[in-house]
């Protein structure tokens, strides 16, 4: 568990940014959260009325109202408490590596590791691991960023870590930071730019194993719909008919419990949290997932079996989600390459306790 002082290292105190902007002389007339929405790096509207309404914004040294009108000349103030810059730092982590030569690495990652860093977990992450095991010693502060949703989000986005030439190890993709598995890493750009596009052409093999909640009655299935964020929280990404991206999930059922099944998945598309999402939109949320309802229970059975369902959940502390199988053509040798991770202790456990009730019902 985290100390007091690891969160504040973790969760550091904003610091206060002045932006000054001057009105050219040529500008014409328009709103004041129209125009600072446009005129200031990273900003939303929604952050930028949220500023105005709380009194950060003054335009000509008066408070400014939204709807207000920017005209030529204004002198407009804007006080932004934002996070300091964030600092990459090598550190000496365990690191659990199932392959490297001189053009990539591929890494089996532990639950509760964060990819990359971001506001809350600058430290301690895969990308810190990395640097280290490169041979990296000096740190590099990332001074463009912003971070979504403020202090919200986990993680930056990949492409504002690695936009630096400089910066290395290159993440191809990533595993969320309760999610377990393989990932592929990037030793210089012929190898970052041709796995990407393996993984934008959809031609990587990836498998991943999953404890959910439920029967899940058929053999096989594809889920497909569109993913983006969601309306009530937009830490999370839910189903959505419009303004989202196109997500595929197929597969398959491995094993049938009395209240749970093992099914293994396989990514036809990379969106964030999309195997969480689809399987939560199914009526089978992955087991232990706080984010998408699967810490709770889900099915009431028998007293008996809601006992061991309810002791299941409070073994794990983290969605049973693995990233099992990994498949990819070399950049440079072009021979495919395919990698099978053994599933971690915690799901092997939920396993065991669910074969041990004697009542599994087998496909």
Not at 93 to 121: Q, R, S, W
Request: with cysteine; hydrophobic share 35%.
């Amino acid at each position: 568990m985290d100390t007091d002082s690891d969160i504040r290292i973790q969760y550091p105190e904003h610091i206060e940014t002045i932006i000054t902007i001057s009105v050219p002389k040529s500008h014409k007339p328009e709103r004041l959260d129209v125009y600072l929405t446009r005129s200031v790096a990273n900003a939303t509207r929604t952050k930028v009325q949220k500023a105005i309404d709380e009194g950060l914004v003054t335009v000509n040294e008066g408070l400014a109202k939204a709807s207000q009108k920017v005209k030529a000349n204004d002198q407009i103030i804007c006080k932004l408490m934002k996070a300091p810059p964030i600092e990459l730092i090598p550190e000496e982590l365990p690191l659990e590596i199932f392959y490297e030569d001189e053009h990539l690495l591929v890494v089996n990652k532990a639950a509760g590791m964060c990819t990359h860093p971001g506001y809350g977990n600058r430290y301690g992450t895969l990308v810190n691991g990395l640097m280290y095991h490169f041979g990296l010693r000096e740190s590099i502060k990332l001074e463009d960023y912003d971070e979504e949703d403020d202090d919200t989000a986990e993680e930056l986005d990949t492409g504002q870590i690695f936009a630096s030439d400089s910066l290395r190890p290159g993440i191809v993709h990533r595993l969320d930071k309760d999610t377990s598995g393989l990932l592929v890493i990037a030793k210089n750009d012929l190898a970052l730019a041709n796995l990407s596009k393996q993984f934008a052409d959809r031609s990587t093999e990836r498998f991943y194993y999953a404890i959910v909640w439920g029967i899940v009655k058929e053999d096989h299935g594809v889920i497909e719909n569109m993913l983006g964020r969601s309306t009530r929280d937009r830490k999370i990404f839910a189903v959505v008919k419009s303004d989202g991206r196109y997500a595929k999930t197929e597969y398959e059922v491995i094993e049938r419990f009395h209240f749970a099944t093992l099914v293994k998945l396989k990514l036809h598309t990379g969106r964030t949290h999309q195997i969480r999402v689809h399987m939560n939109h199914i009526k089978h949320p992955i087991f232990g997932d706080t984010s998408y309802g699967g810490d709770k229970q889900v099915y009431t059975y028998l007293p008996e079996i809601n006992a061991i369902s309810k002791k299941c959940l409070k073994m794990v502390n983290r969605q049973l989600l693995h990233a099992k199988t990994l498949g990819f053509t070399h950049p440079v040798t072009k021979e495919f390459l395919k990698f099978e991770s053994e599933l971690p202790v915690d799901i092997k456990s939920i396993i065991k306790e669910l074969s041990e009730l004697g009542i599994s019902q087998n496909s």
